[in-house]
């Protein structure tokens, strides 16, 4: 989608009349329906005037071409200017230029990362020769136009405002290596830049390079798919058992040979192998050439498979941007056109959003996945639902399958493979949490799986640090049950202990909010307190879990019952004031997740003592 796209001539002529910001702000309201922050028009007016002057004075020809604030195909993510043509040996070119409003920054030890004066605070943010870098690359791959057609995409920042210093933080050795693809132009750099853009569209001729940019199919070059897919060749192949067979063998029959649309529903419980499926079948699809995105509403789980695969040689901040490309959160489809996919492989589906969820601009994440994609397929748990926006159930894809007349498709996933196999442990928490009677109402065979009730949180962290001290993975996890002071507020980085429990004189930290999302794979950050938005379709080999006031149990009517005025999660409880039974189906679920995340073993401190005991009594000796 292009907000604002214009010849060099149309787009010069608009700021000498002083019309530009209020014609992208037309365009703006009509393409994303809400109205444009008086930060980002002050921003326009202020960058496009050195814009205008940069293109006036470096003489490019009237018909290049200008895009204004590009949003990248299936992403949210809006490129700030580019500008295309033909360079002096005729080759097809468009330069992407990152804007920024700067006038200073700090460099930082971390890859590709700077700090910055943004919002109101320093913060860590992106490098922006690294951010333009980033989308240029993200193009080249998978825009079908861009790679069939030679064009050749060059990226630079501009920092009109900054004044460079000695030494120059943002040009320090850390950041070399992008800096020589990207380079970066201080306030005092307007005469590089201008001889910098017209080097590549110096021969005009660029609204049809734009066009082409525009309307370009989005696939995954071939070269892409062989470099993503030699990242898994290097990683261990998990052996797909029986129905996981199943399911994994239907899903490329389908992707292959269905003519209409197809939903495919994989059901299953925590550790049925649910993610190994959509993994191997993610892989085996994208190796056969087909057009798709591995879709995780979790963005923790997201980041974790993306850390995960880009550890190796090379930057892995390089091969994160790469590998994103195909790794998607599940907002990205709401503009998406109809069948622009061959496939959508959609793990964690139980928390697809509906229409009024944060950030999301459209109606329904179920109908986005089903109407962008030829075939759909959704590995879900209606059981794992934990607010009331979670959209993502068997009931509602089958009524969205309806109405895009697509056929379904379901394979139902049994066996257990986390919880060292102790399917009757995950059965007794279904029975003890009250949500589904179960056969091990009174516990399970076998010693494989470590469990344990105790009486103090101290106990439960003392167990886990035991774990990791060992060689172990191992996370203390909780419930939405203790306010979470918000990063504005002196707690970027856990730095506030929230998690209080003054009765046992204990306290922690949630995660931190910088990069929450490597929590759960940052060994550094093992004294802190996972959430549930931190942690689900993640596992460990052990799990600390607290179970906070937000849950108890009534010994007057023996059930299990949630507490609204002990549940701190905001979006989680929207709505459920006078909905008792649903917030405690809900805060259930939530815990069921929680205590279903160790493979080898799970600890657990109950703040309710009547919770406690009861759980013990469900528990044979």
Same mark, same amino acid.
């Given at each position: 989608?292009i +907000?604002?796209r214009n010849?060099?001539?149309?787009?010069?002529?608009?700021?000498?009349?002083?019309?530009?910001?209020?014609?992208? $702000?037309?365009?703006f #309201?009509?393409?994303?329906? %809400?109205?444009?922050p008086?930060?980002?028009?002050? &921003?326009?007016?202020?960058?496009?005037r050195?814009?205008?002057t940069?293109?006036?004075?470096?003489?490019?020809?009237?018909?290049?071409?200008?895009? =204004?604030?590009?949003?990248?195909? !299936?992403?949210?993510?809006?490129?700030?200017?580019? =500008?295309?043509?033909?360079? $002096?040996?005729?080759?097809?070119?468009?330069?992407?230029?990152? /804007?920024?409003?700067?006038?200073?920054?700090?460099?930082?030890?971390? $890859?590709?990362?700077?700090?910055?004066? +943004?919002g109101?605070?320093?913060?860590?943010?992106?490098?922006?020769?690294?951010?333009?870098?980033?989308?240029?690359?993200?193009?080249?791959? @998978?825009n079908?136009?861009?790679?069939?057609?030679?064009?050749?995409?060059? !990226?630079?920042?501009?920092?009109?405002?900054?004044r460079? #210093?000695e030494p120059?933080? /943002?040009?320090?050795?850390?950041?070399?290596?992008?800096?020589?693809?990207?380079?970066?132009?201080?306030?005092?750099?307007? %005469?590089?830049?201008?001889?910098?853009?017209?080097?590549?569209?110096?021969?005009?001729?660029?609204m049809?390079?734009?066009?082409?940019?525009?309307?370009?199919?989005?696939?995954p070059?071939?070269?892409?798919?062989?470099?993503?897919?030699?990242?898994?060749?290097?990683r261990?192949?998990?052996?797909?058992?029986? $129905?996981?067979?199943?399911?994994?063998?239907?899903?490329?029959?389908?992707?292959?040979?269905?003519?209409?649309k197809?939903?495919?529903? @994989? *059901?299953? &419980?925590p550790?049925?192998?649910?993610s190994?499926?959509a993994? *191997?079948?993610?892989?085996?699809?994208?190796?056969?050439?087909?057009n798709?995105?591995?879709?995780?509403?979790?963005?923790?789980f997201?980041?974790?498979?993306?850390?995960?695969?880009?550890?190796?040689?090379?930057?892995?901040?390089?091969?994160?941007?790469?590998?994103?490309?195909?790794?998607?959160?599940?907002? &990205?489809?709401?503009?998406?056109?109809?069948d622009?996919?061959?496939?959508l492989?959609v793990?964690e589906?139980?928390r697809?959003?509906?229409?009024?969820?944060?950030?999301?601009?459209?109606?329904?994440?179920?109908?986005?996945?089903?109407?962008a994609?030829?075939v759909?397929?959704?590995?879900?748990?209606?059981?794992?639902?934990? %607010?009331?926006?979670?959209e993502g159930?068997?009931?509602?894809?089958?009524?969205?399958a309806?109405?895009?007349?697509?056929?379904? #498709?379901?394979v139902?996933?049994e066996?257990?493979f986390?919880?060292?196999?102790?399917?009757?442990?995950?059965?007794?928490?279904?029975?003890?949490?009250?949500?589904?009677?179960?056969?091990n109402?009174?516990?399970?065979?076998?010693?494989?799986?470590?469990?344990?009730?105790?009486?103090?949180?101290?106990?439960?962290?003392?167990r886990?640090?035991?774990?990791?001290?060992?060689?172990f993975?191992?996370?203390?996890?909780?419930?939405y &049950?203790w306010?979470?002071?918000?990063d504005?507020?002196?707690?970027?980085?856990?730095? =506030?202990?929230?998690?209080?429990?003054?009765?046992?004189?204990?306290q #922690?930290?949630?995660?931190s909010?910088?990069?929450?999302?490597?929590?759960? +794979?940052?060994?550094?950050?093992?004294?802190?307190v996972?959430?549930?938005?931190?942690?689900?379709?993640?596992?460990?080999?052990?799990?600390?879990?607290?179970?906070?006031?937000? /849950?108890?149990?009534?010994?007057?009517?023996?059930?299990? =019952?949630?507490?609204?005025?002990?549940?701190?999660?905001?979006?989680?409880?929207?709505?459920?004031?006078?909905?008792p039974?649903?917030?405690?189906?809900?805060?259930?679920?939530?815990?069921?997740? /929680?205590l279903?995340?160790?493979?080898?073993?799970?600890?657990?401190?109950?703040?309710?003592?009547?919770l406690?005991?009861?759980m013990? !009594?469900?528990l044979?000796?």
């Open positions: 989608m +907000i604002y010849s060099a001539l149309g787009f010069r002529t608009a700021v000498e009349d002083n019309c530009i910001v209020e014609e992208i $702000e037309a365009r #309201m009509c393409q994303l329906g %809400r109205r444009v008086q930060g980002e028009k002050k &921003a326009w007016t202020n960058s496009l050195f814009m205008e940069s293109l006036r004075r470096s003489r490019v020809p009237d018909d290049c071409g200008v895009l =204004i604030e590009y949003n990248i195909p !299936s992403t949210s993510k809006r490129v700030d200017f580019i =500008i295309s043509g033909h360079d $002096e040996i005729g080759s097809q070119n468009f330069v992407i230029i990152e /804007l920024k409003q700067w006038d200073r920054a700090e460099a930082t030890d971390k $890859e590709a990362l700077v700090t910055a004066f +943004i109101g605070r320093n913060r860590e943010t992106i490098h922006p020769a690294y951010q333009a870098y980033s989308y240029k690359k993200y193009l080249t791959d @998978i079908e136009a861009i790679y069939t057609n030679d064009l050749k995409p060059q !990226s630079g920042a501009f920092l009109h405002n900054y460079r #210093m120059e933080p /943002l040009l320090g050795d850390q950041y070399r290596d992008i800096i020589q693809d990207t380079p970066v132009f201080f306030s005092g750099d307007v %005469r590089q830049l201008e001889d910098f853009i017209r080097r590549y569209v110096g021969r005009g001729r660029g049809d390079i734009l066009y082409m940019v525009e309307h370009g199919r989005i696939k070059s071939r070269k892409f798919v062989e470099y993503v897919a030699d990242m898994f060749d290097g261990a192949v998990y052996t797909l058992l029986d $129905e996981q067979k199943v399911a994994y063998s239907n899903i490329l029959r389908i992707a292959e040979t269905a003519r209409g197809v939903s495919i529903l @994989i *059901n299953g &419980a550790g049925t192998g649910k190994v499926v993994m *191997n079948a993610f892989v085996a699809l994208l190796k056969r050439g087909k798709l995105k591995f879709v995780a509403p979790n963005a923790a997201k980041n974790a498979m993306v850390d995960m695969l880009a550890k190796g040689g090379g930057s892995s901040k390089n091969k994160k941007t790469r590998l994103n490309t195909l790794f998607s959160g599940s907002s &990205a489809f709401a503009d998406a056109l109809p622009e996919f061959d496939v492989i793990d589906a139980h697809l959003k509906r229409k009024g969820a944060y950030m999301y601009r459209g109606e329904s994440q179920v109908e986005d996945v089903i109407r994609a030829r759909s397929v959704f590995f879900i748990d209606d059981n794992q639902r934990i %607010r009331p926006n979670d159930t068997t009931e509602k894809i089958r009524e969205a309806v109405k895009f007349h697509a056929q379904v #498709m379901e139902r996933l066996a257990q986390r919880c060292a196999g102790a399917e009757g442990f995950l059965n007794w928490v279904d029975h003890t949490l009250q949500i589904a009677d179960t056969a109402f009174d516990g399970w065979d076998g010693d494989s799986f470590e469990f344990e009730i105790m009486d103090t949180p101290q106990q439960v962290y003392e886990i640090r035991e774990k990791n001290g060992a060689g993975k191992a996370r203390m996890l909780a419930g &049950a306010p979470w002071t918000p504005n507020a002196g707690n970027p980085n856990a730095e =506030i202990p929230d998690i209080s429990i003054p009765e046992h004189g204990f #922690m930290p949630w995660n909010r910088t990069n929450s999302y490597s929590w759960a +794979i940052d060994n550094a950050r093992q004294d802190q996972g959430c549930i938005h931190t942690s689900q379709g993640l596992e460990f080999d052990y799990a600390g879990v607290m179970i906070g006031n937000d /849950l108890r149990f009534d010994n007057t009517t023996l059930q299990v =019952i949630a507490s609204y005025d002990d549940y701190y999660d905001t979006q989680g409880k929207k709505g459920l004031k006078n909905q039974e649903e917030l405690t189906r809900l805060i259930r679920n939530i815990y069921r997740v /929680l279903s995340r160790g493979m080898k073993g799970c600890y657990v401190f109950c703040r309710d003592t009547a406690r005991d009861y013990r !009594s469900r044979k000796r």
